[in-house]
């Protein structure tokens, strides 16, 4: 925990044997044949290709013109063409990219997460591995620390390379604050502080917080359920909704089923989009939001005046203090199996996510997030008020932990989100929601 910490501060501070004349069995032939055919692929002249990439840089994420930036440039350096087929994370999308899989139509190139989600595509053969492609291309990803690089759960290889992690914080719209009366949350702001400035919030007729528990609702239940759990035990998952886990999860999700209750969060929150609701920071009508890192170009993009806005830490409760955050590295490039055994696309896919990982583009992506960079992001210079915010608070966090619903696989996962909304309106229990989620799972 003390090297991620660490990794979080340094960040902010930018910074085969001879075989002599034995016959050889087939199967050994084949292998040394099809490694022969690969170091060929390698060291043939590059030639333009057209290769697919699907990442979840789409719709509305705030990092769309960086990742067009970069993958055009790999264009004009290359000769290659990149056919993007990007889509935004959400359930939806990851259920696309598994079916493109299963009927052999997957992209070449993937931006993805590690983790359960990739499971299947490792069980199944369908990336590559680091070492496998380090074999044919010694210096793939060598500016990223592998200590840092994720491993498969799956059989513990790394198969992705990061671009860079993330953090989750509570974006805060410091002029809907000013009109309300209310400060703006500081390092020490419990959730019984929160409470009380939601509610003077609503009564000068503001929505407290942009969330759509139809679309998004999980930012609030990582923070929900991590203010009755620790850094050390949040990413434990409940055998049932009556173990001491499953307790703490429970009352992560009746706390928003008050918050629903007191009317905090828009009064269309169990049909609106996550777009639609967001747009309320952006328009000045809605006081609080949690998402993660990437949603500062969103802000920079959108805002009005990038100054009315900061992010700071979720409120606290019990034994988590404010200043414990979620984060880490949970998304990398893979290069699939399918692309790996195409000589006319092997190479191509090798150059691309080589230029989407150098250290200046991972830098642009975000200099405030989690990476595995050996040398660490490169702050701008000319960073705007709410970079700077990230930074102060990154440096300022005194512990981190993964995502507790990265424990659960897509379809456990799936069932629980859909649930919040019929818990915070009454239509189920959140026992009986965490125990349907579980019965998934097992």
Not at 128 to 135: A, F, Y
Not at 147 to 165: C, Q, R, T
Not at 294 to 315: L, M
Request: hydrophobic share 40%; aromatic share 10%.
């Amino acid at each position: 925990m003390k090297r991620v910490i660490a990794l979080v501060l340094a960040m902010t501070l930018c910074g085969a044997m001879f075989a002599g004349c034995q016959s050889i069995p087939a199967a050994s032939t084949a292998s040394k044949a099809s490694e022969a055919s690969q170091s060929a692929v390698a060291s043939e002249p590059a030639k333009p290709a057209e290769i697919t990439v699907v990442t979840s840089y789409g719709g509305d994420d705030g990092n769309r013109a960086n990742y067009e930036k970069a993958y055009k440039a790999y264009e004009t350096a290359t000769g290659n063409t990149v056919k993007d087929a990007s889509g935004t994370s959400n359930e939806e999308w990851k259920s696309k990219i598994m079916a493109d899989f299963e009927t052999g139509a997957e992209p070449d190139v993937l931006f993805y997460f590690n983790g359960v989600d990739a499971n299947k595509l490792v069980q199944g053969g369908k990336v590559v591995s680091l070492d496998e492609i380090r074999k044919v291309y010694p210096d793939y990803a060598s500016n990223m620390r592998d200590d840092l690089m994720v491993a498969s759960p799956a059989d513990n290889k790394v198969y992705s390379v990061p671009v860079n992690g993330y953090w989750e914080g509570l974006y805060v719209n410091k002029k809907v604050l000013k009109a309300s009366g209310v400060e703006v949350p500081g390092a020490n702001y419990t959730w019984d502080q929160f409470l009380k400035d939601c509610e003077s919030i609503k009564a000068k007729g503001y929505t407290p917080i942009a969330c759509s528990l139809q679309e998004v609702p999980h930012y609030w239940f990582e923070f929900t359920v991590f203010n009755h759990d620790t850094v050390v035990t949040h990413t434990k998952l409940p055998a049932a909704s009556s173990d001491a886990t499953g307790k703490e999860w429970a009352a992560g999700l009746n706390d928003i089923k008050t918050l629903y209750s007191k009317g905090y969060f828009p009064k269309n929150t169990t049909t609106a989009t996550d777009a639609e609701t967001f747009q309320l920071m952006a328009d000045d009508k809605a006081a609080f939001a949690i998402d993660g890192s990437w949603k500062i170009g969103w802000f920079q993009q959108n805002a009005k005046s990038i100054d009315d806005f900061t992010v700071t830490y979720v409120p606290g409760a019990n034994q988590r203090k404010s200043t414990d955050i979620i984060g880490g590295l949970s998304m990398g490039y893979y290069i699939t199996k399918k692309a790996w055994d195409d000589p006319a696309k092997q190479k191509a896919c090798v150059d691309f996510v080589k230029a989407m990982t150098t250290d200046e583009v991972v830098s642009t992506f975000g200099a405030t997030a989690v990476t595995a960079l050996k040398n660490g992001t490169t702050a701008p210079s000319d960073a705007d008020s709410l970079v700077k915010a990230a930074l102060a608070m990154t440096k300022g966090a005194t512990g981190i932990a993964p995502a507790a619903q990265d424990g659960l696989n897509q379809t456990a996962r799936t069932a629980l989100f859909a649930d919040i909304k019929n818990v915070a309106t009454g239509k189920t229990t959140a026992e009986k929601a965490i125990d349907a989620c579980l019965a998934i799972k097992g």
